[in-house]
């Protein structure tokens, strides 16, 4: 939902040639779970913080004006009936040509929850509304 560069010309190439994607960190290496908040700092035990995990983390996603879009996206989830994190692996799941997601549990009961977000179907309105509140968002 975040990073989109791959739809525009890495995805129709593969689709064209039969060639499915698996996408890697769906939930933006936890930013669409909604666990970092606009101007709180980031959770103790998260990866933004870990000494052997952070190196790795994108610290541009914890930009405020990135933090608040994900927040937006809180209502939308709701109306769906899903959890932040279960609207953001829908929303990637729902593109034809995506085999996969590549998520980075670390608890059982995430496992639970992110296998739950499989099947569900988004509505387009509700895919344009997404698009449209992140769009809105990431632009201020």
Known sequence: MLWRQPEKEVFPLCAKNGISQIVWSPLAQ???TGKYRPGAPPPSNSRALSSTMGGFFDK???QDRVLSAVQAL???????GLSL????LAWVLREPNVAS???????PE????????SGHPLSKSMISLIDQTLATGMAA
């Open 30 to 32: 936890g930013i669409l």
């Open 74 to 80: 809180v209502p939308i989830a709701q109306e769906a």
């Open 85 to 88: 994190s279960q609207l953001a």
């Open 110 to 117: 995430q496992v639970a929850e992110n296998a739950a977000a």
């Open 60 to 62: 541009r996603l914890l």
């Open 101 to 107: 997601a590549i998520i980075g549990a670390t608890k």
